[in-house]
């Protein structure tokens, strides 16, 4: 199915996000014939720029940051549909009537049909200035009957509960909640969105996809950059909110979620906002006991010496914001009381890797002597999401020989090994899906509210406490040493596949 005619506008055209990812997913989209005949792609920013400059600086970055190489024709009919409006500022009236006249003209030369996909790319003070001024001109609704307008919205939304809430709130007086799109890019993944392919596609695994079976569940997001040019938003944020309640906590629910009765929106995001609210709170005790925060020093990644993150700059000498986040967690569900859900993340870890590993509880009786002289591998289900995009089932067997000894060996499915055509990046599927009108992979108002209710009383009590001993990890090893405690406390171990 091709989306309807549309026009795209994005605020925050001359903006990073822009050239890094929109441009390149939306021209993408258009060489695979996956973009209707007739669109248009409107900038809308405060940068100076005719409809030739940003037609020049979009070329440069999809050469530069495309993953499909740049076709000079292609190109050129791409560009012929990007116009560009420069506004004196995001709460400016009269920039969006100057908006809705061109967009008025678009549908007449372009062939839009009055169809609205409004892309908020910006930096988020600006969401509610843009949300209102697009409501105070009447953009919030199509022109004529029939068509369509849309609202996408970038994370990060909010930064606590009270401001999450008030967003909506706020959003949703302009907007209705079936209009809104909020991005949270994993779920763009094609790895992430598998997930559920596998778990509702297949029927070996369901039967045992649960606490009788399944000892524990472990998440990695591990990354080797560091704050790099981003301190003046990282700073104030931290990777619990950069991270853990938007990403790490998507994958949890797809993980974790019962099955939906059908693929449909709505469907789905019941499911996943029923994990949110299932999720023991985290009372003092636990914010002490079962969340580990650390913050990198200098160190070497990738055989190069970095600095560490208070030596970065844009950050406080005295910083105490975290780069590094480990919790355990519960679901207080039948179908998982009792496993814990470890969860990782951070930033200057030796490399790049997103993992789930899903581990089964061992054998009831080791008949084997191999299997009881050694810790043997438990059964480990690993669904690799990046750089690798796989799944491999790691399974005992016995070597051959005149012994019985015992090792385990992988099951694979590498995507690269299966499949000829290249993965498409998150922001393809998403602006595609979001064109197309399909909500899915989008997060919910009440998504993001139960997350938040559940990381605020943890944001809190962290500038309640003394200050912690930051830096606590050194830049490329795997975080602070109570990240393996909190996990041995229980006999565990954290999984890597490679
Ligand atoms: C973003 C965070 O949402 O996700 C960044 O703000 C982080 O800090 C990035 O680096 C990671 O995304 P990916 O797709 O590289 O795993």
Not at 90 to 115: A, K, P, S, V
Not at 285 to 303: H, L
């Amino acid at each position: 199915r091709r989306p309807d005619p549309a026009a795209i506008v994005i605020f925050g055209a001359s903006g990073d996000l822009t050239r890094r990812k929109l441009m390149p997913a939306l021209y993408a989209l258009y060489t695979h014939g996956l973009l209707p005949q007739r669109f248009a792609i409107l900038g809308f920013s405060r940068r100076d720029w005719s409809d030739d400059d940003f037609r020049t600086t979009m070329r440069d970055a999809v050469a530069e940051f495309g993953r499909v190489p740049l076709d000079t024709t292609q190109w050129d009919e791409f560009a012929a549909r990007l116009f560009y409006l420069d506004a004196q500022g995001y709460d400016h009236l009269e920039d969006y009537q100057r908006l809705r006249d061109r967009l008025n003209t678009l549908d007449e030369t372009e062939g839009t049909d009055g169809n609205r996909l409004f892309y908020a790319a910006t930096p988020p003070q600006a969401f509610v200035p843009i949300v209102e001024s697009l409501g105070a001109v009447g953009l919030n609704q199509p022109p004529r009957e029939g068509a369509w307008v849309r609202l996408v919205i970038e994370k990060p939304f909010g930064t606590d509960l009270a401001s999450a809430r008030a967003l909506n709130a706020r959003i949703q007086h302009v907007f209705d909640e079936s209009q809104i799109y909020r991005i949270d890019h994993y779920l763009g993944k094609e790895a992430v969105q598998n997930l559920l392919a596998f778990r509702f596609a297949n029927s070996l695994f369901e039967p045992i996809w649960n606490r009788n079976h399944i000892e524990q569940v472990q998440i990695t997001v591990a990354e080797s950059i560091g704050v790099e040019n981003r301190a003046g938003y990282y700073d104030r944020v931290g990777a619990l909110r950069d991270m853990v309640q938007n990403h790490l906590m998507q994958l949890v629910t797809l993980i974790a979620m019962e099955p939906p009765a059908s693929f449909d929106a709505e469907a789905v995001r019941n499911e996943k906002v029923k994990v949110l609210r299932a999720i023991r709170p985290f009372d003092e005790n636990a914010i002490r006991t079962r969340i580990v925060r650390g913050q990198y020093g200098p160190g070497v990644v990738n055989e190069k010496p970095v600095r560490g993150y208070r030596e970065e700059e844009g950050v406080a000498p005295d910083s105490t914001t975290e780069t590094y986040v480990a919790l355990q967690l519960e679901i207080e569900n039948w179908r998982w009381a009792g496993i814990p859900f470890y969860l990782r993340t951070g930033k200057r870890l030796p490399r790049k890797v997103s993992e789930i590993a899903v581990i089964f509880r061992r054998p009831p009786l080791l008949i084997f002597d191999d299997q009881r002289r050694r810790k043997m591998e438990q059964n480990v289900l690993y669904l690799q999401i990046q750089p690798h995009e796989g799944l491999s089932l790691s399974v005992n067997i016995k070597i051959p020989g005149a012994t019985m000894r015992l090792e385990p060996v992988m099951m694979d499915f590498c995507y690269h090994g299966s499949f000829e055509f290249a993965i498409p990046e998150a922001y393809e599927r998403l602006l595609l899906d979001a064109w197309l009108g399909d909500a899915t992979l989008f997060i919910r108002a009440d998504e993001t509210e139960a997350s938040w209710a559940l990381f605020t009383p943890v944001l809190e009590a962290w500038q309640r406490m003394p200050p912690p001993d930051f830096p606590n990890y050194a830049a490329g090893t795997w975080g602070p040493p109570e990240a393996d405690e909190l996990l041995a406390r229980n006999g565990h171990a954290w999984k890597l596949m490679l």
